[in-house]
């Protein structure tokens, strides 16, 4: 069966602390694997699409990395205004459809 | 632009009423969709529509129906919905699928629907 992952559930940290954010997958034919920023209330707000095993992108102070199985997204440094849940998605085959992971709240503490 | 616009950002509704939400976008994309996130989950899916046309249905109860009046706008009519339903609903676009682009969705700010 095709899953998702995501670990932490919750990750509290100084401003300042780097950390890394994990989605691990199992999905028979990844298409795409994508994450996402969500604050309360709002809608996903886009940040990568990563296709394959050793593919790379950065933005800021995120970095999102993926292997064969897993994607982890690294926040160097992060400030407050960080906060927000992080929600990984895999999309699968020739299938609209995104699996999603059930997120990894994120607290930056000043 | 990869702006999503849907509205109201708020609806109350009664069980009796009909309403609808409303979602636009200009990015050219062929491919929109309809979820329903509850509190503390991810999104769920609900339909998608692909160059205008219904392409998935995941079993929503009737009380939902999506229109697609053309390739930039996007409607969920509501009719008889139950207190279970309230939710944020959120739209959402892409490119119809095609190996080596980019597929990745953009999602409206939602409608926080309570139903009363």
């Known amino acids: 069966e095709d899953q998702v992952t995501q670990s932490p559930e919750a990750l509290r940290l100084q401003e300042g602390e780097s950390s890394s954010l994990n989605c691990s997958y199992t999905?028979?034919?990844?298409?795409?694997l994508f994450w996402y920023r969500q604050d309360p209330g709002k809608g996903p707000e886009f940040l990568f699409t990563?296709?394959?095993?050793?593919e790379e992108k950065e933005k800021e102070r995120l970095k999102a990395t993926l292997t064969k199985k897993e994607s982890f997204l690294h926040i160097t440094a992060p400030k407050p205004e960080d906060s927000a849940t992080y929600l990984c998605?895999?999309?699968?085959?020739?299938?609209?459809?995104?699996?999603w992971g059930a997120g990894t709240k994120l607290i930056i503490k000043p | 632009d990869t702006e999503v616009t849907q509205t109201p950002k708020h609806l109350v509704m009664g069980m009796t009423n009909k309403k609808s939400l409303k979602c636009e976008q200009h990015?050219?994309?062929?491919?929109m969709y309809w979820y329903k996130q509850k509190a503390k989950k991810p999104p769920e899916l609900m339909f998608v529509?692909?160059?205008?046309?219904?392409?998935i249905n995941e079993s929503v109860p009737s009380r939902f129906s999506p229109e697609c009046p053309n390739s930039s706008l996007l409607n969920l009519h509501l009719h008889a919905l139950q207190p279970e339903d309230s939710a944020l609903y959120l739209c959402?676009?892409?490119?119809?699928?095609?190996?080596?682009?980019?597929?990745?969705?953009?999602f409206g700010q939602g409608t926080r629907l309570t139903v009363v």
């Open positions: 999905v028979s034919g990844l298409r795409g």
């Open positions: 529509y692909s160059y205008e046309k219904l392409s």
């Open positions: 990563l296709y394959s095993a050793g």
């Open positions: 959402a676009s892409s490119q119809v699928g095609v190996p080596g682009l980019n597929t990745e969705a953009f």
């Open positions: 998605a895999v999309q699968e085959g020739s299938n609209y459809q995104l699996i």
């Open positions: 990015m050219g994309h062929r491919a």
